[in-house]
């Protein structure tokens, strides 16, 4: 039997559709205005702006060209979204951590490679090194 349930829109195709979404109301064009310049169903586009649906690449490039804007711009906004969400997410875990007392080797080398390893730890952290001599002559 063939599935032919629609595949989940991930993070990245949300932080898309948001941006999507924001720039049509921006320029104050209506979802009805946009389904017709892009020969979309308005009821499919309004799936698609609330990141319910996947846009396919054509979509895209149809949407955005109906909302006069270049698709790597979309794309690196909904990029550098995603960028800052995960910075917010890792920041409680890195400030609960604390910082590590290198002299007296805190933190388990053993241990936290064996986390990373096991996919447990999501980061890790690079203790620091003597300053490179440098000797321009």
Same mark, same amino acid.
């Given at each position: 039997m063939i +599935?032919?349930?629609k595949p989940a829109v991930g993070a990245f195709g949300k932080a898309v559709a948001r941006h999507l979404q924001a720039r049509r109301a921006h320029q104050q064009i209506t979802q009805q205005q946009l389904s017709t310049e892009t020969e979309i169903s308005q009821s499919q586009l309004s799936k698609?702006?609330?990141g319910l649906r996947a846009i396919?690449? +054509?979509e895209f490039e149809l949407i955005c060209a109906a909302l006069n804007i270049?698709?790597?711009d979309i794309?690196?906004?909904a990029e550098d979204e995603m960028a800052n969400e995960?910075?917010?997410q890792l920041r409680p875990r890195?400030?609960?951590m604390g910082t590590p007392d290198v002299e007296s080797k805190q933190y388990d080398e053993d241990a936290i490679l064996d986390g990373i390893n096991a996919g447990t730890e999501k980061f890790a952290a690079q203790e620091s090194t003597d300053p490179l001599e440098e000797n321009y002559t």
């Open positions: +599935d032919k349930s698609q702006l609330r396919s690449i +054509d270049e698709m790597e794309l690196r906004l995960t910075v917010t890195i400030e609960q």
